[in-house]
């Protein structure tokens, strides 16, 4: 499995930006897409994720309302969507995928089978 981050970039507090996460290398449908993040210093947190085949979504409450994830299953990739972006937004994302068996979505990174390389988000004040 290889997924190959991108989209990320510099912007100003309230701006918008759009992550993707092309995975290539199977079937996904049985796969947990998620998206962390990790800013200096810090643990990388769980963000968001999305279960390819239901289409099922969780977020951490610090972006719910703000980003949304999605997937486009004929170009196997997956979006987050991010708006209002505030400056603790800043980390390097990473999308990650889960095989499932029962259909939920984990929120650890440690439950995350495959990762893509990171993709910088700056948001300036």
């Known amino acids: 499995v290889q997924l190959q981050a991108s989209g990320g970039g510099l912007v100003q507090a309230g701006g918008s930006l759009r992550l993707s996460c092309a995975a290539s290398?199977?079937?996904?449908?049985?796969?947990?897409m998620g998206w962390f993040r990790q800013a200096p210093g810090k643990e990388r947190e769980f963000v968001a994720a999305?279960?390819?085949?239901?289409?099922?979504?969780n977020y951490r409450d610090s972006v719910k309302g703000r980003f949304t994830i999605s997937r486009e299953s004929a170009k196997n990739t997956v979006y987050l969507q991010m708006n209002s972006l505030k400056s603790e937004d800043t980390a390097v994302y990473y999308c990650?995928?889960?095989?499932?068996?029962?259909?939920?979505?984990?929120?650890?990174?440690?439950?995350?089978?495959?990762w893509g390389q990171g993709t910088q988000v700056t948001v300036s004040s």
């Open positions: 990650a995928a889960h095989e499932t068996i029962t259909g939920s979505i984990p929120i650890f990174s440690y439950e995350y089978n495959y």
């Open positions: 290398g199977r079937t996904f449908s049985r796969y947990i």
């Open positions: 999305i279960s390819w085949i239901a289409g099922g979504t």
